[in-house]
C-alpha cells in the first residue's frame, strides 16, 4: 500500500484523485471535521461517519483499488454509513503538579485505521476538559499534543480507551514528562568530529508522529533523545554523510536494527548506534 492523499468532492458529490503511483489504495470519505467543540449530546444519536469503498465503516472490512501505471479506474461509488455514535469526554492532568493540563489539544485516533494514514480528530482542552462527539463505536487510542517542546520538559499523554455501545465518561488521561533515552554513536573507521552534523531520531509507529526534535550528537558521539512517549518507535540517523550507512542499533543490549523498539514499558537502557563507510 501508498501513502494517502485527500481530496474535496464537488456538489454532487464527484470526486477525482489524479497523480496516484501505481499500487494499492483504499478510498474513504467522510464529512469534513476539524477542531471539535462541546455539542449538544443525545443518547440514541446517529449520524454519517467514514466510510471506505464500498460501504464499510472499518478497514478490515474495506475493498482495496489497485492502480496500474498509466491508467484510470472509475466507476468506485463511496455508500455512506449512518450508525450509533457516542461521546468521549475527561479530563488531562498534569501529574507533576496535579493541575489541570495546559497541552493544547488532545487528538483521538481510531487503532483500526491509523496505519493506513486516517486523519486523527482533534479536541481543544478547555481548564483540562475535552469531549470528542460523534464516535462510533471502536478502540481508539487519545493523544495529547506535546506541551513544552521550546523548554526543558516535554510534557505527553496517551492512553487506550474503547466505545462500546454508550458514551465514555468521566476518562482520566494523565500528562506527564517525556521520557529519556542516552546513547553512543561510533564509526568505524574515523574519528568522532563529523559526527556532531548528525542527530538521531525515534519515529512511532502508533499514534500521531509529532516530529520532535531528536538528539543532537556530541563531540564524543553521545546523544540524549528527550519527549518520548511510551510506545514503539524506529530508530532512524539523520544528516548520514554520503559515503556512510547505519550498521547496527542496540538497545538495552538487544539487536534492533531491523525492528522496532518497546517503550511501553519504560524508556530504560543504552542505545549504541555504530555507522560505517561505504
Not at 151 to 168: C, S
Request: proline share 6%; glycine share 12%; charged share 20%.
Amino acid at each position: 500500500f501508498v501513502p494517502s492523499t485527500n481530496v474535496t468532492a464537488d456538489a454532487d458529490a464527484a470526486f477525482v484523485i489524479g497523480n496516484l503511483a501505481a499500487g494499492k489504495y483504499y478510498i474513504s470519505a467522510a464529512a469534513p471535521r476539524g477542531t471539535q467543540m462541546p455539542t449538544v449530546h443525545r443518547k440514541g444519536d446517529v449520524a454519517y461517519v467514514a466510510t471506505y469503498f464500498p460501504d464499510a465503516t472499518s478497514i478490515s472490512d474495506a475493498a482495496p483499488i489497485t492502480v496500474t501505471a498509466g491508467g484510470q479506474s472509475r466507476g468506485y461509488e463511496i455508500r455512506m454509513r449512518r450508525v450509533p455514535v457516542f461521546r468521549i469526554a475527561g479530563k488531562a492532568v498534569n501529574n507533576v503538579t496535579g493541575e489541570p493540563a495546559s497541552n493544547p489539544s488532545i487528538n483521538l485516533i481510531a487503532k483500526s485505521q491509523q496505519a493506513v494514514g486516517a486523519l486523527p480528530i482533534q479536541a481543544a482542552i478547555h481548564d483540562g476538559n475535552f469531549e470528542f462527539d460523534r464516535v462510533p463505536a471502536g478502540a481508539y487510542l487519545l493523544q495529547a499534543t506535546p506541551d513544552g517542546v521550546s523548554g526543558d520538559t516535554i510534557l505527553i499523554g496517551r492512553q487506550e480507551v474503547t466505545v462500546n455501545r454508550g458514551d465514555v465518561e468521566d476518562v482520566l488521561l494523565p500528562i506527564v514528562p517525556g521520557a529519556e533515552i542516552a546513547g553512543k554513536l561510533t564509526v568505524e573507521g574515523i574519528p568522532a568530529d563529523p559526527l556532531t552534523m548528525m542527530r538521531i531520531g525515534l519515529a512511532s509507529t502508533e499514534g500521531i508522529f509529532y516530529g520532535l526534535p531528536g538528539g543532537q550528537v556530541s563531540y564524543d558521539g553521545s546523544f540524549v533523545i528527550r519527549g518520548i512517549e511510551r510506545t514503539s518507535y524506529r530508530v532512524n540517523v539523520s544528516r548520514l554523510p554520503p559515503n556512510m550507512y547505519l550498521k547496527s542499533v542496540r538497545f538495552g543490549g538487544r539487536d534492533v536494527t531491523d525492528t522496532s523498539i518497546d517503550l511501553s514499558g519504560g524508556a530504560a537502557g543504552l542505545m549504541e548506534i555504530v555507522l560505517s563507510t561505504n
